[in-house]
C-alpha cells in the first residue's frame, strides 16, 4: 500500500515520494551502470542521468511493468546513451602484448578511457545471492563485458545477471525477441572466451576468508618490506601485473619480479597499505611516501585475482581519485599529519 500511494504522489510531483520509491534499487542499479560502463565515475552520472530522466516521466509510468523493470529500462537506455559517447573501457592487455622487463619511464595513457575498480558495498539476500551479486562486478567479468557492443552487452546483463526474460528485455530495448535472443548467442560466446571457469567468489569459498585475507596481508606486508622473496612466493608462475594508466604489463613470474624489483619494491622509498576489497575481491590500497617518516599520500588500489591459493593477477588502479570511492582517507592514517576523509561509498 505505500509503495502505491509514494507512486500516485511521485507522479503528482512529490519529490520525496520519488526518493523514497527509488531508495531501494539506487545501490543496484548502480552496480548495473557500473558493469555496463566500467567505470564507477561514469556509473554515478549515468545514475544521475537516469533518475532525472525517472523523474520527469514518472507521470507518464503506467504500471504495465513492475517499477524496478521500468528504472533498468531507463538506466540501461541512458548507458547505451554513454556507451554510444564514450566507447569501451579498456585494462593495458587490450593495448599490445606484455613487456619483458621494467620499463622504468613509462608515462600515462591519459587519452585511454581505462575500467575503474568498484567498491560494491553491502549487498541484499543472503550469502548465496550475496556471492552471485559479486561476481557480476568481478574484473575479469566487467573487462570481458567492455569487448561487447552496447546492446549485447545489455542484453547480456538484464538476462543473465538480472533475470529479465528476453521478452521483457526485447520491450526494454526497443526491439525484437529474436534480435535479444541473437545478441545473447554472440554475448555468451565473446565472454566465455574471456572469462576463466572458475570465479573469484567459488575460489574464495573454496580457499576460506582466513586464507585470503592471509594472502592479501602477506602480499601487503611483502610491499612494505621490500621482500622479494616474500612476494615471488605468493605468485603464480603466469602472473599478470597491470597498471592503468600505465599502458605496459607485465607476464610471467620473471617479468612481473622483474618490474617488481625496479620499481615497487626498490624505487618507492616508503609504503603504508591497507587491506579491503575491490570489486568483491581482495585488494591493497597502497600510499606512497618519501620516507618512512613522511606522510604517505594515496596510490593506488591494487586488485588481486586468486588462483590455486595464490595470486594469478595484480591490477594497480593508479591515482587518488579511486579512494573516496572505499570511503578511504587521501592520507595513510599512520601519517604523522593523520588521515584525511573524503566523502565517498563505503
Not at 539506487?26 to 537516469?50: F, K, P, W
Not at 592503468?244 to 612481473?256: D, E, R, S
Amino acid at each position: 500500500m505505500e509503495l502505491a500511494e509514494d507512486l500516485t504522489l511521485a507522479q503528482r510531483g512529490d519529490d520525496a515520494a520519488f526518493t523514497r520509491l527509488v531508495e531501494p534499487l539506487r545501490r543496484e542499479l548502480h552496480a548495473h551502470c557500473y558493469r555496463m560502463l566500467g567505470s564507477s565515475h561514469d556509473a554515478d552520472d549515468a545514475l544521475q542521468d537516469a533518475l532525472l530522466r525517472a523523474w520527469k516521466g514518472i507521470a507518464r509510468f503506467e504500471g504495465r511493468s513492475t517499477l524496478r523493470s521500468w528504472l533498468y529500462t531507463v538506466a540501461t537506455r541512458t548507458c547505451l546513451d554513454l556507451v554510444e559517447s564514450r566507447g569501451r573501457r579498456a585494462l593495458p592487455m587490450d593495448l599490445g602484448p606484455s613487456s619483458e622487463r621494467a620499463v622504468l619511464d613509462d608515462p600515462p595513457l591519459t587519452e585511454i578511457a581505462w575500467l575503474g575498480p568498484y567498491a560494491v558495498g553491502e549487498l541484499a539476500g543472503g550469502p548465496v545471492a550475496r556471492y552471485e551479486q559479486r561476481e557480476a562486478v568481478e574484473l575479469a567479468f566487467v573487462a570481458a563485458l567492455q569487448h561487447l557492443p552496447g546492446n549485447q552487452r545489455a542484453a547480456l546483463l538484464l538476462f543473465e545477471v538480472l533475470g529479465f526474460t528476453a521478452a521483457e528485455i526485447a520491450t526494454m530495448m526497443d526491439t525484437s525477441t529474436a534480435s535479444v535472443n541473437s545478441a545473447l548467442q554472440r554475448a555468451r560466446r565473446i565472454v566465455a572466451d574471456k572469462v576463466p571457469a572458475a570465479s573469484q567468489q567459488q575460489t574464495i569459498r573454496e580457499l576460506g576468508e582466513g586464507r585470503v585475507k592471509e594472502l592479501a596481508t602477506s602480499y601487503s606486508t611483502a610491499l612494505e618490506r621490500g621482500d622479494a622473496d616474500a612476494l615471488v612466493a605468493l605468485l603464480t608462475e603466469d602472473v599478470t601485473w597491470s597498471m592503468p594508466p600505465l599502458g605496459h604489463w607485465y607476464h610471467g613470474i620473471t617479468a612481473v619480479m622483474d618490474f617488481a624489483s625496479e620499481i615497487p619494491l626498490t624505487r618507492c622509498p616508503s609504503w603504508r597499505n591497507v587491506v579491503t576489497t575491490a570489486n568483491g575481491q581482495p585488494a591493497i590500497a597502497c600510499y606512497l611516501g618519501m620516507t618512512p617518516d613522511s606522510d604517505h599520500t594515496a596510490w593506488s588500489i591494487n586488485v588481486l585475482t586468486l588462483r590455486d591459493g595464490k595470486i594469478a593477477a595484480v591490477t594497480s588502479f593508479i591515482g587518488a581519485e579511486h579512494f573516496p570511492l572505499f570511503g578511504l582517507p587521501a592520507t595513510s592514517p599512520d601519517s604523522p599529519q593523520g588521515p584525511f576523509s573524503p566523502a565517498g561509498d563505503s
